[in-house]
């Protein structure tokens, strides 16, 4: 078999000294095209909505009262949702354009041979890292804010006693295996996906890729909604005064 | 014994072991709500959505496996 699988994107072109990947390159016409069908509904909207505008609206106004049903209040609500629902839309929107057909066929020749126009953006590591860093960090600077400075560090390193300390040990092992494990569950969906699909489509280019394509539609709505999701409920633990030891069950 | 075989029996191993507890795990975890949705099926809106995030933590480590594979075959 030989499938062109890397885990690292391709590089298709260089801005001076920048290498301009493919899973790059997608990602960028993605968000143009978020922006742009954004900026085309924010001019027209009316008061009786049209079929997109009432789509459009249904899904935000789910989409906020999910988020208020998690987090509680409707003052975190506001703060928090602007956040998660990027994070939905874009994940989702890179998901779901990955199923365009044909677009995985347009390939560009360099000088290390066919690469490859376009990639699934999640199925670049670097992009999902970025994304749950901005998760991981925004939920100590919220937990920070909650507790102070001193009873943030209090809440890993104490010695009230000889079991509050190994768990505050275990605390910091978990906030750090938050990182990997929010990363590595988007990157390794989205980028297994890609490998099943090409892997299917080389046993049996007909019929048989189907399904499997069905199940990975399924599976891209349901890791974006997955990844929103544990953004908000990251969020809703730090934000929470009284300990919890949800925290740890939470980041495995 | 031959390294490429041998990357390929640890590729298969590896992602072979590593799927039976996220099998086990998420076939529970929806057991148990499909037995909720039945108890009280209005309630089916707010269970569902649960049931998907618990058995996204339960593939994690299915995930982590997966992950390791690939790096083994192609990485």
Redesign the interface.
């Known amino acids: 078999m030989n499938l062109d699988?890397?885990?690292a994107p391709q590089v298709i072109f260089y801005i001076g000294s920048f290498p301009v990947t493919n899973s790059f390159f997608w990602m960028i016409i993605l968000t143009l095209t978020i922006i742009i069908f954004t900026l085309i509904l924010r001019y027209s909207f009316k008061m009786v909505p049209g079929r997109v505008q009432s789509l459009v609206e249904i899904l935000l106004e789910s989409g906020y009262d999910?988020v208020k049903?998690v987090i509680g209040t409707d003052e975190k609500a506001r703060k928090i949702f602007p956040l998660v629902m990027t994070m939905f839309i874009f994940t989702l929107t890179a998901n779901l354009f990955t199923y365009i057909p044909g677009q995985a066929a347009v390939v560009l020749n360099t000088t290390d041979g066919p690469v490859a126009l376009f990639r699934a953006v999640m199925a670049d590591y670097g992009m999902v890292f970025v994304m749950t860093m901005i998760t991981v960090i925004l939920v100590q600077i919220i937990a920070i804010m909650m507790h102070g400075p001193f009873g943030y560090i209090g809440k890993f390193i104490n010695f009230k006693s000889p079991l509050s300390f190994v768990l505050g040990l275990m605390d910091i092992i978990g906030e750090l295996a938050k990182v990997v494990?929010l990363s590595?569950?988007l990157?390794?969906?989205v980028?297994?996906g890609e490998?099943l699909g090409s892997v299917m489509l080389f046993l049996a280019p007909f019929v048989m890729p189907l399904p499997f394509m069905l199940l990975g539609l399924l599976s891209a709505v349901?890791?974006a909604?997955?990844f929103a999701?544990?953004t908000l409920?990251f969020v809703m633990l730090a934000s929470e005064i009284e300990e919890d030891t949800l925290v740890e069950q939470?980041s495995? | 014994m031959d390294p490429e075989a041998a990357k390929f029996l640890a590729a298969g191993i590896c992602m072979g072991l590593g799927a039976i507890g996220p099998g086990v795990g998420e076939g529970i975890a929806a057991s148990k709500a499909l037995e909720a949705i039945g108890r009280n099926p209005e309630a089916s809106g707010k269970i569902t959505p649960l049931m998907f995030v618990a058995m996204a933590i339960c593939e994690s480590t299915g995930i982590y496996a997966l992950v390791i594979t690939l790096i083994i075959l192609f990485g």
């Open positions: 699988i890397s885990i999910f049903s494990s590595f569950r990157f390794g969906n980028f297994a490998v349901v890791q909604f997955v999701t544990l409920v939470a495995m």
